[in-house]
């Protein structure tokens, strides 16, 4: 019984771990946005979409979809 409390307890704890991964990583593309990078009209709008398509996901729950579309923000921007 011990052990299972202790593996609910990790799991638990590893996405709550995972679930504030999210908003790190949108200080860090709003960090980078703030310094107006020269990026084509295109690439900022696909930044910006990114970025609240991150922010909707975790809202939602879905952590990974949101790290997801965050890093290709970030990866946009040069981060």
Do not use: F, I, N, Y
Request: include cysteine; glycine fraction near 8%; aromatic fraction near 2%.
């Amino acid at each position: 019984m011990k052990k299972l409390m202790l593996s609910v307890a990790l799991s638990v704890s590893a996405a709550g771990v995972w679930a504030h991964g999210c908003p790190g990583e949108m200080k860090v593309v709003d960090a980078k946005l703030a310094t107006s990078p020269k990026l084509s009209d295109a690439d900022m709008a696909k930044v910006k979409q990114l970025r609240a398509d991150g922010e909707k996901l975790h809202k939602e729950g879905k952590h990974t979809e949101s790290m997801k579309a965050l890093a290709d923000a970030k990866k946009l921007l040069g981060v």
